[in-house]
């Protein structure tokens, strides 16, 4: 079986209004914040998972340094416990 399983599917819209699709590659904490590792054909982008109220939103991280250091820790958790 070659395919991806199906992944939950989000929206996301870029600076200039276009809907652009991603599948949820991963979602978990770090630091007390939630992060969502998304992915489409084309690229793979992480977003912090924020909360008001009883919903949930998406917000882009900006800061180069930030993403760094979440994705480096990130790969350091995955590689201590892979999925089998």
Wanted: hydrophobic share 40%; glycine share 6%.
């Amino acid at each position: 079986m070659d395919q991806d399983p199906v992944r939950d599917m989000v929206t996301i819209e870029d600076e200039s209004g276009n809907e652009l699709q991603y599948g949820v590659e991963a979602l978990f904490d770090m630091e007390g914040a939630s992060y969502a590792l998304l992915r489409s054909e084309e690229d793979t982008i992480l977003m912090r998972v924020e909360e008001d109220g009883e919903e949930q939103f998406l917000v882009g991280i900006t800061n180069e340094d930030e993403k760094e250091a979440i994705l480096v820790a990130y790969q350091i958790a995955v590689d201590a416990a892979p999925a089998e």
